[in-house]
């Protein structure tokens, strides 16, 4: 079926059964099927498109456009918290100010409702050339509708510069339900949950949506045109994979990927020319292992799967459907895998079954640093905490937070990486020498303290440690200008300063009020050293979703958040590990099914 929309704006080509999808403009016309086109219409269309409208050429890119900069190096934030580091800043913010943001000054400019909750990050692409309707700040937007949006950030509230969905119940094509067993946070259903990635050369958007074909579960990786939403080589790519391993759920010495148990959370990124996709549980539940592919970005061919649990373990922390040879969840609050500048891989496995202190291969709650080898990906070096049993057996694991790269101008010269657990600890680490197991103690790193306020103990804790009594950390901390800034659940967000290239574990300064159950995901804004804000998103005990800024030299100084002005800025419900985006004066949040912009008001 042949589907035309805005006439330069895209032209697609549908095979019966495939996702629907139409994209649009502000002078986008009424759809129009035409049925049964024929071919020579077809390419004759196709052609029109690609001399007339800017269309992909082979290579995925888009000739003549791109941000102003010269050449299709498109910029923005095009990944989960803007780079490959995971650091949290955006140090580029000339427009926000501790001066200007407050209640007077600062608040929401705009908002779009889409399909479905908003789970995965927001991303921005700056003077981004949509064809006949010129230049745009385009903020683009995935739903657990499996829908994907872009909309103009300086005009939410107008009609999306065009917008793709991957539904079709007519067809048996529908979300995957949420009920079939894990708790989850996904709102009923379960579609586009990890955040996008755009490749900054080519302009392309990937991302992983989540189906039921006829009730069974499908996943399928996408590559769509940023300019058009329209299918970039050959679109998509169902999810299948195998690895060597007889731990749980292996048959005939192969653990084969499950699409209806596999939950892909993390943000996707960019590794050595792949696209690096990872993928968790929910919540748990089922017999499941962490899972890590590559795939070739123009043929999204799989070019390599990692299993951080393969083998069979006859003793383990746990009896879970998924221990003794399974778990190793790679979910991280939602964060994407760091990558260093030599394309190294870190990324934390959560919950799940440990030997590789016994030269095994299970390496449930651990900090992995990896290398993507052509067709595979080897394990460089590990981290496991001294008490992995425990952290395994109570739910309190490494995995519930990502790896931050931090800059070596304030660590005496050493390249150190920041991750946080569940049970509240955050670990300074070398990544040179990331330090394996010792029982005795986690001594071998460069330094570990608790941001929370009790520690896992099976005395104490019994089965899962949360709620109101305990301080868990998710997704990644925020650096700048030698401040990291933490937020536990049930706690202040807390700021702690390096000092001779270690963390003072007593913070400098708390926030004036404490964070709900999910704690504060937290990213920086500054003009370089100067003019730091924290950006903390809060999912309140309420269900309300909260942006608060703090002066980042003290986050004990609150200048704004949404409820100030709550007829003008209040959220709507929150979302679970939300990240804000910072950019060119504009603040991004998600809630709900809606995107909020918020900025200077005129």
Same mark, same amino acid.
């Given at each position: 079926?042949?589907?035309?929309?805005n006439?330069?704006?895209? &032209?697609?080509?549908?095979e019966?059964?495939k996702?629907?999808?139409?994209v649009k403009?502000?002078?986008?016309?009424?759809?129009?099927?035409?049925?049964q086109?024929g071919?020579?219409?077809?390419?004759?269309?196709?052609a029109?498109y690609?001399?007339?409208?800017g269309?992909v050429s082979q290579?995925?890119?888009?000739?003549?456009?791109?941000?102003?900069?010269?050449g299709n190096?498109?910029?923005?934030?095009?990944?989960w918290?803007g780079?490959?580091?995971?650091?949290?800043?955006?140090?580029q913010?000339?427009t926000?100010?501790?001066?200007?943001?407050n209640?007077?000054?600062?608040?929401?400019l705009g908002?779009?409702?889409?399909?479905?909750?908003?789970?995965?990050?927001?991303l921005y692409i700056?003077n981004?050339d949509?064809g006949?309707?010129?230049?745009?700040?385009?903020?683009?937007i995935?739903t657990?509708?499996?829908?994907?949006?872009?909309?103009d950030?300086?005009?939410?509230g107008a009609?999306?510069?065009?917008e793709?969905?991957?539904?079709?119940p007519?067809?048996?094509?529908?979300t995957?339900?949420?009920?079939f067993?894990g708790?989850?946070?996904l709102?009923g259903e379960?579609?586009?949950?990890?955040?996008?990635f755009?490749d900054?050369?080519?302009?392309?958007?990937?991302?992983?949506?989540?189906?039921a074909r006829?009730?069974v579960?499908e996943q399928?990786?996408r590559?769509?045109?940023?300019?058009?939403?329209?299918?970039?080589?050959p679109?998509s790519?169902q999810?299948q994979?195998?690895?060597?391993?007889?731990?749980?759920?292996?048959?005939n010495?192969q653990?084969?990927f499950?699409?209806?148990i596999?939950?892909?959370?993390?943000?996707?990124t960019? &590794?050595a020319?792949a696209?690096?996709v990872?993928?968790?549980s929910?919540s748990?539940?089922?017999v499941?292992?962490?899972?890590?592919?590559?795939f070739?970005?123009?043929?999204?061919?799989?070019?390599?799967?990692?299993?951080?649990?393969p083998?069979f373990?006859?003793?383990?922390?746990a009896n879970g459907?998924a221990?003794?040879?399974?778990?190793?969840?790679?979910?991280?609050?939602?964060?994407a895998p760091?990558v260093?500048?030599s394309g190294?891989?870190y990324?934390?496995?959560a919950?799940?079954?440990?030997?590789a202190?016994?030269?095994?291969?299970?390496y449930?709650?651990t900090l992995l640093?990896?290398?993507?080898n052509?067709s595979s990906f080897r394990?460089?070096d590990?981290?496991?905490?001294?008490n992995?049993?425990?952290i395994?057996?109570d739910?309190?694991?490494?995995?519930s937070?990502?790896?931050?790269?931090?800059?070596?101008?304030?660590?005496?010269?050493?390249k150190l990486a920041?991750?946080?657990s569940?049970?509240?600890?955050l670990?300074?680490?070398?990544?040179?020498?990331l330090?394996?197991?010792?029982?005795?103690?986690?001594?071998q790193?460069?330094?570990?303290f608790?941001?929370?306020?009790?520690t896992?103990s099976d005395?104490t804790?019994?089965?899962?440690a949360?709620g109101?009594g305990?301080n868990?950390?998710y997704g990644n901390?925020?650096?700048?200008?030698?401040?990291?800034?933490?937020?536990?659940?049930?706690?202040?967000?807390?700021q702690?300063?390096?000092?001779?290239?270690?963390?003072?574990?007593?913070?400098?300064a708390?926030?004036?009020?404490a964070?709900?159950?999910?704690?504060?995901?937290t990213?920086v804004?500054?003009?370089?050293t100067?003019?730091?804000?924290?950006?903390?998103?809060?999912?309140a005990?309420?269900?309300?979703?909260?942006?608060?800024?703090?002066d980042a030299?003290?986050?004990?100084?609150?200048l704004w958040n949404?409820?100030?002005n709550?007829?003008?800025?209040?959220?709507?419900?929150?979302?679970g590990?939300a990240?804000?985006?910072?950019?060119?004066?504009h603040?991004?949040?998600?809630?709900?099914?809606?995107v909020?912009?918020?900025g200077?008001?005129?």
């Open positions: 079926m042949l589907w035309l929309c006439p330069c704006h895209a &032209v697609h080509i549908e019966p059964l996702n629907h999808q139409c403009g502000k002078a986008a016309m009424k759809n129009r099927p035409v049925v086109a071919h020579s219409l077809v390419l004759l269309l196709i029109a690609m001399v007339n409208c269309g290579s995925g890119q888009n000739p003549g456009s791109g941000t102003g900069t010269g190096n498109y910029t923005g934030v095009l990944m918290k780079d490959s580091s995971e650091k949290g800043l955006y140090p913010e000339t926000l100010t501790p001066a200007n943001v209640s007077s000054q600062f608040g929401r908002s779009f409702q889409a399909d479905g909750i908003l789970m995965a990050q927001p700056a981004l949509m006949q309707t010129g230049m745009h700040n385009v903020i683009v995935a657990e509708h499996d829908s994907a949006y872009a909309i950030a300086d005009d939410p009609s999306p510069l065009w793709r969905h991957y539904v079709d007519a067809n048996g094509i529908t995957l339900p949420d009920n067993g708790r989850t946070t709102g379960v579609g586009i949950t990890g955040t996008p755009i900054p050369a080519t302009g392309v958007l990937y991302f992983v949506t989540t189906l006829n009730g579960a399928w990786l590559a769509i045109d940023i300019h058009s939403g329209s299918d970039v080589g679109g790519m999810i994979a195998s690895v060597p391993g007889d731990g749980k759920g292996s048959a010495g653990i084969v499950d699409p209806s596999q939950n892909q959370r993390a943000g996707l960019k &590794v020319g696209i690096v990872a993928w968790g929910f748990d539940w089922g499941y292992h962490g899972w890590l592919m590559a070739d970005p123009s043929t999204l061919k799989l070019l390599a799967a990692f299993n951080p649990t083998q373990q006859a003793v383990d922390s459907p221990d003794h040879g399974g778990g190793g969840a790679f979910w991280q609050g939602g964060a760091a260093d500048s190294n891989i990324l934390n496995a919950d799940g079954s440990f030997n202190d016994q030269n095994g291969n299970n449930g709650d640093k990896l290398q993507l052509g394990v460089v590990w981290f496991t905490p001294s992995q049993a425990c395994d057996l739910d309190l694991e490494l995995g937070g990502g790896v931050a790269l931090l800059p070596t101008d304030i660590t005496g010269g050493a920041v991750a946080l569940k049970e509240g600890r670990f300074l680490v070398n990544i040179d020498t330090g394996k197991f010792n029982a005795g103690g986690d001594n790193i460069t330094q570990e608790m941001v929370g306020e009790q896992c005395s804790t019994g089965g899962a949360e109101p305990w868990r950390l901390a925020s650096y700048w200008n030698g401040n990291l800034y933490a937020g536990a659940s049930n706690l202040a967000l807390k702690y300063q390096f000092q001779n290239g270690l963390l003072n574990p007593t913070p400098v708390t926030s004036p009020s964070y709900g159950y999910r704690g504060a995901n990213v804004s500054a003009n370089g100067r003019d730091g804000i924290v950006w903390a998103y809060e999912k005990v309420t269900n309300q979703g909260i942006l608060h800024a703090y030299t003290s986050v004990s100084k609150e949404s409820n100030m709550s007829g003008r800025d209040a959220l709507g419900e929150g979302i590990f990240a804000p985006v910072v950019v060119s004066g603040v991004i949040a998600t809630y709900d099914t809606r909020g912009v918020f200077l008001l005129k």
